[in-house]
T-cell receptor, first 115, second 109 residues
Framework: GAGVSQSPSNKVTEKGKDVELRCDPISGHTALYWYRQSLGQGLEFLIYFQGNSAPDKSGLPSDRFSAERTGGSVSTLTIQRTQQEDSAVYLC?????????????FGPGTRLLVL | AQRVTQPEKLLSVFKGAPVELKCNYSYSGSPELFWYVQYSRQRLQLLLRHISRESIKGFTADLNKGETSFHLKKPFAQEEDSAMYYCALLSGSARQLTFGSGTQLTVLP
């Protein structure tokens, strides 16, 4: 079946502008994750959704970052007033717990460049 | 707090030679460990997980709780194994993955 998809694949924006990144998880996967992959920080966890709720927002780097998930499916990550240090690849993953085993499947990422 | 360490940023071996990518972790609970691989211009994908005790593409990894290690091994490396390898620990109430910094493996002809 189809894997996790993300859009756009690339985004170039100017400092101070807002951006919205989209993630379509694998159908039926209840958990959804956002990660960020940057040169200086490696792969870091941002936020997690179980269904539509986000019980853990501790990974969001600042209050300029927010995310929502609707209908237990699509999620959007919004970055307000972007800064150059926000430049990174933003990865989405979805997972399903089955018989006590959980595997996260990753999307191709959105490469964000803030000028 | 949990931590995953991959001490080698770059690793080069010749085709047919054994390869070992090191991973050490720090976690107070019972660890669930994974190896993910990212081939050039492809998405991050699961290679194997310790709980399944599987061998994928000839790779194996054994969890050693005494040494807090989860090294990835393959007896005979192939050129198509060249990729970035990440060791990851599943933890926390959010069950998020904590990744190591990755090891870029290059298998030379």
């Amino acid at each position: 079946g189809a894997g996790v998809s993300q859009s756009p694949s690339n985004k170039v924006t100017e400092k101070g502008k807002d951006v919205e990144l989209r993630c379509d998880p694998i159908s039926g996967h209840t958990a959804l994750y956002w990660y960020r992959q940057s040169l200086g920080q490696g792969l870091e966890f941002l936020i997690y959704f179980q269904g539509n709720s986000a019980p853990d927002k501790s990974g969001l780097p600042s209050d300029r970052f927010s995310a929502e998930r609707t209908g237990g499916s699509v999620s959007t990550l919004t970055i307000q007033r972007t800064q150059q240090e926000d430049s990174a690849v933003y990865l989405c993953a979805s997972s399903l717990m089955r018989e006590g085993v959980e595997t996260q499947y990753f999307g191709p990422g959105t490469r964000l460049l803030v000028l | 707090a949990q931590r995953v360490t991959q001490p080698e940023k770059l690793l080069s071996v010749f085709k047919g030679a054994p390869v070992e990518l090191k991973c050490n972790y720090s976690y107070s609970g019972s660890p669930e460990l994974f190896w993910y691989v990212q081939y050039s211009r492809q998405r991050l994908q699961l290679l194997l997980r310790h709980i399944s005790r599987e061998s994928i593409k000839g790779f194996t990894a054994d969890l050693n709780k005494g040494e807090t290690s989860f090294h990835l091994k393959k007896p005979f490396a192939q050129e198509e194994d060249s990729a970035m390898y990440y060791c990851a620990l599943l933890s926390g109430s959010a069950r998020q993955l904590t990744f190591g910094s990755g090891t870029q493996l290059t298998v030379l002809p």
